[in-house]
């Protein structure tokens, strides 16, 4: 089902993934998010909300496989117990959310993201994962839209959180799914946090403001990278 090309470009995605570090691109924010998952051993899985042909998926897969090289050696300067063991037993589920028919209907004012637009189906992105290792059960795709789908989110906490959904209604949906999941410290990726000329009254800053205002959980900016994209930290108030 993938072309010679897109083998190729995984492959070769799979061979550089230690340098994905380096970029200031979504292959740069995922491999910094899943090390910093590392560092403070924050256990959860990987929430993707837009997931198209399955690219950042296949990314952030590659990503978490080489951050946990480090727990696999023998020679750790600590010892595996507790907080360690726990994170290096509980290994995330990859759950991916999209209609797998296109942008859905929407008002929002962008050509570039009308109805239908991003149309491709739940196979292609299967056979894109399957290529770089990511298969069920580490992979849930999710299909239909996301306010459809809260019975498919799973009971673990989420590490990390990417919103690639462009519109504010859709990240609006995404984070009132995720909202139970989110812990101090989880990482938000904002894929499209400055579209719509970075106007706070649209978009993902939207959606993030309003619903920062509607639960008192709150996004610390990280660093910003790509064309308009932006990496949080959650603050979560303590009960
Ligand atoms: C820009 S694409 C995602 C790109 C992808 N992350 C990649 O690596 O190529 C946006 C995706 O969001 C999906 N989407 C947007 N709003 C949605 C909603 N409310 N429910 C389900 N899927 C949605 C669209 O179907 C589309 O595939």
């Known amino acids: 089902m993938l072309s010679t090309l897109e083998k190729v470009r995984l492959a070769y995605w799979k061979l550089r993934v230690r340098w994905h570090l380096q970029r200031n691109d979504a292959h740069g924010a995922l491999a910094r998010a899943w090390q910093y998952a590392s560092a403070t051993q924050l256990s959860g899985d990987y929430y993707e909300f837009g997931v198209y042909r399955g690219d950042s998926l296949a990314s952030a897969w590659l990503a ?11 020679d750790l300067p600590f010892e595996q117990i507790g907080g360690v063991t726990e994170f290096v037993l509980n290994s995330p589920t990859f759950y991916g959310f999209d209609t797998f028919a296109g942008m859905p209907d929407n008002h929002e004012g962008q050509d570039s993201l009308a109805s239908g637009t991003f149309f ?22 999710v299909k239909g839209l996301f306010a459809d789908n809260a019975d498919a989110i799973g009971d673990r906490p989420a590490a990390i959180v990417h919103l690639d959904c462009d519109l504010y209604a859709s990240s609006r949906d995404a984070l009132n799914l995720i909202h139970p999941h989110l812990v101090q410290g989880t990482v938000v990726l904002c894929d499209d946090y400055d579209l719509f000329l970075a106007d706070n009254a649209k978009g993902q800053r939207r959606a993030l403001r309003e619903f920062s205002e509607a639960t008192g959980i709150t996004f610390e900016t990280w660093f910003a990278y790509g064309a308009a994209s932006r990496a949080f930290l959650c603050h979560v108030p303590s009960v």
Request: hydrophobic fraction near 40%.
């Open 120 to 141: 491709a189906p739940m196979e292609v992105t299967e056979a894109r994962c399957s290529a770089v290792g990511l298969k069920a059960p580490d992979l849930r795709l």
């Open 64 to 74: 978490y496989r080489h951050s946990r090289r480090f727990f696999a050696r023998t």
